[in-house]
């Protein structure tokens, strides 16, 4: 079983898919922190991560204790990730750990629950789910804001909306396995849902597929 969960930044994904996950015992794998891990990687380098050939070359040699970095989530690091994950050779370079995990999911789990941008389009075209997760900008915004917010760091809604927005164009834009629906993704906008209704609603379309 394998279920593929896209859709723009902050919608939501993250903590949907955990608990699919979670409920079903499936494995799970947050495929941006591949990409945030090289892009941290690419800036720590001294390099610019719209520079292709230093991209990729961070994205080879990237290290199972890259993903477990605690600094992985800020929006410098985002932004990072959005511009290495333009880069062709990045993908490529990430696409077998991947699909590597879906078809053999770690610890015996029976399936796996993949998030990100290109799951049901690229990397499990033939995921027997796919969810496309979407809600308003503003909405998406407002959540990440509070989450920084929360967080303690000092932030401005006004530039937490452009710099999501800013992203998401790059991801949508890009030519390598853009940000887009699957042809037979379902869509789920949970502009007007909560965690748990949002839970709700994408295991009543699983257990109906
Ligand atoms: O899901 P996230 O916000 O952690 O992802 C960070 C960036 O990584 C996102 O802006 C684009 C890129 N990404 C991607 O291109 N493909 C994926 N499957 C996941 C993330």
Redesign the pocket.
Known sequence: MIIAI?GP??AG??TLARRIAADLGLAYL???????AT?KRVLEAGADPEDAAAAEQQAWALEPRDLERPDLRTDTV?QA??KV??VPGV?AALLDF?RNFAAHPPAGAKGAVL?????GTV?CPDADVKLFVTASDEVRAERRFKELQESGADVIYARVLEEMRE??A??RS?AV?P?EPAEDAILLDTSALNADAAFAKALDIIQKK
């Open positions: 896209d930044a902050a994904k993250g947050d495929t941006g922190l591949l990409y945030r892009g985002a990730a959005s994950s333009a993908r991947q998030d990100g941008r290109d799951i990397v992203r998401d790059r991801d890009r396995a940000l």
